[in-house]
């Protein structure tokens, strides 16, 4: 199993991105699929979430912003980025817990290899 992310780059202020993430391999059941970021030197922190229910969760400082949205197989997920200033900038990750399958009741943790995002005042 892989996460393969997508879709970062620079953009100026004010500009937008979309960030995509596609979990590649067999798995029998996906749980929450969110987006975190990590700025040089800091924890990585929860951008957006999507739970295996459905409901989404934003952090306080993409809210109004920042979309969280996958297709209707699940197994790709976007995050697609308005507004964007400078602290936003850092490596984006996507991350989900998957079971592997069906006689499993392990959850795995997956990260994908990040994408980077340049805000540029």
């Known amino acids: 199993v892989q996460l393969v992310e997508s879709g970062g780059g620079l953009v100026q202020t004010g500009g937008s991105l979309r960030l995509s993430c596609t979990v590649s391999g067999s798995f029998f059941e996906l749980n929450d699929i969110s987006w975190y970021r990590q700025v040089s030197g800091k924890q990585r922190e929860l951008v957006a979430s999507f739970s295996s229910k459905g409901r989404i969760l934003y952090s306080d400082s993409v809210k109004g912003r920042f979309t969280i949205s996958r297709d209707r197989d699940e197994k790709t997920v976007y995050l697609l980025m308005n507004s964007l200033i400078p602290e936003d900038t850092g490596v984006y990750y996507c991350?989900?817990?998957?079971?592997?399958?069906?006689?499993?009741?392990?959850?795995?943790?997956?990260w994908g290899q990040g994408t980077q995002v340049t805000v540029s005042s």
């Open positions: 991350n989900t817990f998957l079971r592997l399958d069906e006689d499993s009741i392990r959850w795995h943790e997956y």
